[in-house]
C-alpha cells in the first residue's frame, strides 16, 4: 500500500558522489599548474611572480597562496607531472611482446603525452635549474628511472638479435632526447597519429637499427 512518502531513493541515487573538497582542490591545483605553465613559458620563470600567477589563474594571491607557498614549488608540481605520472607508461614494457613492440608501444604513449602536455613538459625542461636542489633530485631521480627501464628493453633487443647498438644506455638516451625534443617545437595543429608513426620510424629503425616490420 502506498504511504504516501517518497520512495527511497536507487542505489545509485542514494551514492551518486557529491564533489568533495578534497577533490575541488585538487582541480583547483591542477588550474593553477597549467596556467602557471602557460605563464611561465611565455614570459619566463624568472619574470614570474605569484601576483602574476594568480591573476592568469583568475583568482586572488591570497588563494594562491592556499595551495602553493612559492612559485618554486608550483614549479616542482609542473615538473612532477611530467616524470613522475609518465611512470605509468612504462606498464607497456612489462606488457606480452618482443622488446621492438614493447618499445614501439612506449614511444606511443610517450609522443602522445608529449603532445598533450606540450607547454608542461617544456617549462620542467627549461627551468629544471631553477628548482631547489632536493626537489631537482627527486624530479631527476624519476627520470633516470625511465631512461634505465628503456635502457633494459634495449639491451634485451639487442640479445634477441633485434637492435643493433653499441651501447644499450647511449640508445636510450639518444631514443628520449629525439622524442623529448618534440616539446621544443610541436605546434597545436600537428598530426599526431603522423608524428608517432615517424618517431616510431626515427627511434626503431633508425637509432636502433631493426631491420623489417615491428615483431
Do not use: C
Not at 47 to 71: C, E, P, T, W
Not at 177 to 190: A, E, H, K, V
Request: proline share 3%; glycine share 6%; net charge negative.
Amino acid at each position: 500500500m502506498d504511504s504516501g512518502a517518497d520512495p527511497a531513493p536507487s542505489l545509485d541515487e542514494a551514492d551518486a558522489p557529491v564533489p568533495a573538497r578534497g577533490t575541488r582542490t585538487r582541480v583547483r591545483r591542477d588550474e593553477i599548474v597549467t596556467a602557471a605553465a602557460e605563464y611561465f613559458a611565455e614570459h619566463g620563470y624568472n619574470n614570474a611572480g605569484m601576483r602574476d600567477i594568480a591573476q592568469a589563474v583568475g583568482i586572488k594571491g591570497a588563494s594562491l597562496y592556499n595551495h602553493f607557498h612559492s612559485k618554486e614549488e608550483i614549479l616542482y608540481a609542473i615538473a612532477l607531472q611530467m616524470t613522475k605520472d609518465p611512470q605509468e607508461h612504462l606498464l607497456v614494457l612489462d606488457a606480452e611482446g618482443s622488446p621492438a613492440q614493447r618499445l614501439t608501444a612506449l614511444i606511443e604513449v610517450h609522443v602522445r603525452h608529449l603532445a598533450t602536455h606540450r607547454v608542461e613538459h617544456l617549462v620542467s625542461l627549461r627551468e629544471l635549474s631553477a628548482l631547489s636542489p632536493e626537489h631537482r633530485v627527486v624530479v631527476t631521480d624519476y627520470r633516470k628511472y625511465y631512461q634505465r627501464r628503456v635502457r633494459d628493453v634495449i639491451a634485451a633487443g639487442a640479445r634477441a638479435g633485434q637492435f643493433t647498438v653499441r651501447d644499450a644506455g647511449q640508445s636510450a638516451i639518444a631514443v628520449l632526447d629525439l622524442m623529448n625534443g618534440i616539446s621544443w617545437w610541436l605546434r597545436d595543429d600537428q598530426d599526431v597519429d603522423q608524428l608517432v608513426a615517424d618517431y616510431v620510424d626515427f627511434a626503431i629503425r633508425g637509432i636502433l637499427h631493426h631491420d623489417g616490420s615491428v615483431r
